[in-house]
């Protein structure tokens, strides 16, 4: 029996943190949502954490900004109406919102090789919906912008339905809120595109959320040493639970990371996962895999004029350099089976979570990011 949300058709009014400038403090303001149009969900948020990406936007450094807007993108919650053609979703399904999607009809979607939709692929620049090419929020009959496809810092949101995921009502929503980015990001990065056969070496470079999250991938797939590379000496310590074996701190060394790896490892280690963003980290992670058969798995996203050189005699001897986006995780295909991962307990989620706080004091949030301090904070959207 599908649930009815007396809302349904409706206008809601509902909180929401508003983000009116770059770098100022969100503002919780009450907004009017309205309901979805075609092959678009209305959801209630339940639980948001904050990703980086979020901090990155808000703070808009080096991209367009658009403003004001509801940032926002790694949650979950339920249904609460859907728009004309969802036929696959209904009110009072559990689901996971994604900042990317999975349309099912592009060559993309259609590939087993690729999860980047030629439709629904992540836009930071658009801020409107793309039905319409207008924005389900207002506050006194002005817009307030979208971010990408998302915006889950309000209580309702609007999404298209090829940026749903449906899962498990099971699951508890307060934990596996986390696996709609960062967590699925780095875990998918080992297990789908890295691949470490059971026994082998890995290197992962950044031991952030999701740095970790490739680590916990490693674990899984049975490495049997995974090193951490961070210029953060205090993550070592964190690290240990999420299967990290041995620490490298490039900055107590006189030589390029990717030599000190070489020597730890008879060669070069089986793989490598960069997590920071950072061109001399990628180089790093490149150049110290294994010769003949060494995979690097680049997943930190870099500034937009940067660019690395390595030598091509790297490629020659057979290293391969890979590159991700998501994990290889396809949203609505393949999110609950890594929701399932976490209800059979090989996946441990738990220890992501650092820090809790109610919906108002979203700003402390951004405080934990900016210092650094834990891993994910999770807000409580009715609190």
Not at 2 to 9: C, E, K, L, P
Not at 60 to 77: D, L, S, Y
Request: charged letters at 20%; hydrophobic letters at 40%.
């Amino acid at each position: 029996m599908s649930t009815y949300f007396s809302t349904q058709g409706q206008v809601i009014r509902c909180k929401a943190a508003v983000a009116w400038g770059p770098g100022k403090p969100l503002v919780i303001e009450e907004v009017e949502v309205a309901p979805p149009q075609a092959m678009e969900v209305r959801l209630k948020i339940l639980f948001t954490s904050l990703c980086h990406t979020d901090v990155y936007f808000w703070e808009a450094k080096g991209q367009t900004p658009v403003f004001p807007r509801i940032f926002g993108h790694e949650a979950a919650g339920i249904v609460e109406s859907v728009g004309e053609g969802v036929t696959e979703l209904k009110p009072g399904d559990h689901v996971l919102p994604v900042f990317t999607g999975e349309c099912k009809e592009c060559r993309h979607c259609k590939s087993e090789e690729s999860n980047m939709c030629d439709l629904l692929r992540i836009n930071t620049n658009r801020g409107v919906m793309l039905n319409d090419g207008k924005s389900r929020f207002s506050i006194n009959g002005k817009p307030i912008y979208h971010f990408v496809g998302t915006s889950t810092f309000s209580e309702y949101t609007v999404v298209h339905v090829g940026c749903v995921a449906k899962i498990d009502p099971e699951a508890p929503l307060d934990k596996v809120c986390v696996l709609s980015c960062g967590i699925s990001t780095g875990l998918g990065a080992t297990l789908n595109v890295a691949k470490p056969p059971k026994g082998s070496t890995v290197a992962i470079f950044g031991l952030g959320a999701v740095g970790l999250a490739a680590a916990e991938g490693a674990r899984m797939a049975g490495a049997s040493r995974i090193i951490g590379v961070d210029l953060n000496s205090n993550r070592f310590e964190e690290a240990k639970k999420f299967g990290v074996t041995e620490f490298v701190n490039p900055k107590d060394y006189n030589k390029p990371v990717q030599e000190v790896l070489a020597e730890m490892t008879d060669g070069g280690v089986d793989r490598s996962v960069e997590c920071t963003g950072s061109i001399n980290a990628m180089i790093s992670a490149f150049e110290c895999v294994h010769d003949g058969w060494g995979v690097a798995v680049l997943v930190g996203v870099p500034n937009k004029d940067d660019a690395f050189k390595t030598h091509p005699i790297n490629v020659l001897n057979e290293k391969t350099l890979k590159g991700t986006f998501f994990g290889n995780y396809k949203p609505r295909t393949d999110l609950p089976s890594v929701v399932e991962k976490y209800m059979n307990k090989e996946l441990e989620l738990e220890k992501f979570i650092t820090h809790e706080l109610p919906f108002s004091e979203i700003n402390k949030a951004f405080e934990y990011m900016l210092k650094g301090e834990g891993l994910r904070c999770i807000i409580h959207m009715g609190a």
